[in-house]
């Protein structure tokens, strides 16, 4: 994944005479898991900053809709800075309560998008760098990712899956299911959660692996139906974004749209 880039950096003994590699110490295990848990903590803060700062600048509570979530998903996949967005979304309310006429009230972040698309360049220009958190990094608990990959496991079990000739969608629902339960088991029997950037890489090798023999055994129809609803959602934004960004988005859109029809979970562990 893209927002998990960063990783623990390993020492190497340049002048030191070969000897067998050193076990690590619990200190050492303790900086990586330090180092894994804090690159998973930007990423879900990426998504509830955005969240939270668009409703506030509404001035009242929205559920974020499937468009928004895949929009923020485009963003992060396109290393667009956290204050890159939140000042985009200043600018396009800014502009838009200097409107004589407000008979709309905004309700979607592709409203948006033009202006964090020209923050992002503007910060670019001013080599500004990526935002600094504010908010109080979420920790993780082994009993609670323990639980939330049971639970994934069964919700994958009992979801009802389309096929196709040649295509098998079960099997590899049964197959991710099983992989989730020994992953359950194993998270479980730590005290403090190890490698969780390996455990969410995983995780989305799972969900893309899942999605893709869907997308393969779903009709035609279904597909075209999901696309014409995306279409038609990304209508009034066309003129606001690039084409890279509309397709990667109707691409976002549909993914989310059929994972939440045929009931199947997302695995990232930002759904926990």
């Known amino acids: 994944m893209n927002s998990l880039r960063s990783r623990a950096c390993e020492s190497c003994g340049r002048g030191i005479p070969a000897r067998s590699p050193r076990t690590p110490s619990n200190r050492d295990q303790a900086l990586r898991r330090n180092l894994d848990s804090k690159a998973l903590q930007k990423y ?10 668009f409703q506030r600048r509404r001035g009242s509570l929205l559920i974020l809709s499937t468009l928004d979530w895949a929009l923020i998903e485009t963003w992060k996949d396109a290393g667009i800075p956290l204050e ?5 979304i200043d600018a396009a309310f800014d502009r838009y309560d200097q409107r ?3 008979s709309k009230k905004v309700n979607s972040l592709a409203y948006c998008a033009q202006e964090v698309l020209t923050a992002a360049e503007d910060m670019k220009e001013a080599a500004l760098g990526s935002a600094s958190e504010t908010k109080p990094e979420r920790g993780f608990d082994s009993a609670e990712i323990s639980k ?3 639970n994934s496991a069964e919700a994958l079990k009992a979801a009802r899956l389309p096929s196709a ?3 098998a969608p079960e099997v590899i629902a ?8 020994t992953l359950a088991e194993d998270v479980a029997s730590q005290p403090v959660p190890a490698r969780l950037e390996d455990l969410e890489r995983r ?3 799972l969900e893309d692996k899942l999605f893709s023999v869907l997308l393969a055994a779903v009709p035609d129809n279904e597909t075209i139906a999901v696309r014409a609803q995306a279409d038609r959602e990304l209508a009034p934004y066309r003129s606001r974004m690039p084409s890279a960004q509309l ?3 109707q691409k976002q859109f549909i993914r989310k749209k059929l994972l939440e029809k045929y009931k199947l979970p997302r695995l990232s562990l930002f759904y926990m």
Request: charge should be negative; glycine fraction near 6%; hydrophobic fraction near 40%.
């Open 44 to 53: 879900f803060n990426y998504f509830t900053e955005i969240e939270e700062h």
């Open 84 to 88: 890159a967005v939140l000042r985009g």
């Open 100 to 102: 004589p006429s407000k």
């Open 148 to 150: 939330f990959l049971r």
């Open 165 to 167: 000739p040649g295509v």
């Open 174 to 181: 049964r197959e991710a299911a099983a992989t989730l339960h």
């Open 203 to 205: 995780l989305t090798v």
């Open 247 to 249: 397709e990667q988005l």
